[in-house]
């Protein structure tokens, strides 16, 4: 199947500091990719929905202006955590619609730790 | 979208059938029920999905009521590596975003 990888797969940052965390798509395009957050011990939350070549859509709730969303290429979007604080700290999934009816593909995710 | 009813955790024993029910009494005509499942610390990875036929794939059967209200995922002979949280969802074909709920834990004992 396809496969999207996520670099890197666990950061610690100091509090303030900006976090990028990649996400590609390594065997197709997707025009559209996710990001996802998940606490512990919780269930996935939506966090946007990226578009290439267009701004992001952000869930309610969601800061645009903390959470920057970039969709340059069909392969390729990242997330940075800008300012990045304590509670900030969580696990970051991305996911990108594939080939094929109907298909998304998960990202393996990245812990960000935040001190 | 539809909203989905898991129950919190099942166990099953190690080579025994794996059924997770999900409930989705408000389920439209154009929705489908999808099941994904993520093992702990992983992405998410989709098992199956089916509109009011009963479906099967080399990973689960999924079986769907007839008023479609509810659904159950099989594993057939659930393996250790089983262990996972499972997610029922329903969402449009081609819909926009898929919404994860609680999901159930599945334990698959030795």
């Known amino acids: 199947g396809a496969v999207v990888s996520q670099h890197p797969s666990r950061v610690i940052c100091k509090s303030g500091t900006s976090v990028k965390i990649e996400c590609r798509s390594l065997?197709?395009?997707?025009?559209?990719m996710f990001w996802y957050r998940q606490f512990p011990k919780q269930s996935l939350m939506l966090m946007a929905t990226?578009?290439?070549?267009?701004?992001?859509?952000?869930e309610q709730g969601v800061e645009k202006d903390k959470f920057l969303i970039n969709h340059a290429s069909l392969t390729l979007s990242t997330l940075t955590v800008t300012s990045a604080h304590p509670e900030d700290s969580s696990f970051y999934i991305c996911?990108?619609?594939?080939?094929?009816?109907?298909?998304?593909?998960f990202g393996p995710g990245t812990r960000l730790t935040v001190l | 979208d539809a909203k989905t009813t898991q129950p919190p955790s099942m166990d099953c024993a190690e080579g025994r059938a794996a059924n997770l029910p999900c409930n989705h009494s408000?389920?439209?005509?154009?929705?489908?029920v999808y099941w994904y499942r993520q093992i702990h610390s992983q992405g998410p990875q989709y098992i199956i999905h089916?509109?009011?036929n009963n479906e099967t794939n080399e990973m689960a059967s999924l079986i769907i009521t007839e008023d479609r209200k509810s659904s159950t995922l099989i594993l057939p002979h659930a393996t250790l590596r089983d262990t996972a949280v499972y997610y029922c969802?329903?969402?449009?074909?081609?819909?926009?975003?898929?919404?994860f709920g609680a999901g159930t834990i599945l334990r698959v004992k030795s």
């Open positions: 996911s990108a619609r594939g080939p094929g009816p109907d298909t998304q593909y």
């Open positions: 065997d197709f395009q997707a025009t559209t």
């Open positions: 990226s578009n290439e070549g267009s701004k992001a859509t952000y």
């Open positions: 408000t389920i439209s005509g154009n929705e489908y």
């Open positions: 089916g509109l009011k």
């Open positions: 969802i329903v969402r449009v074909l081609y819909g926009n975003k898929l919404v």
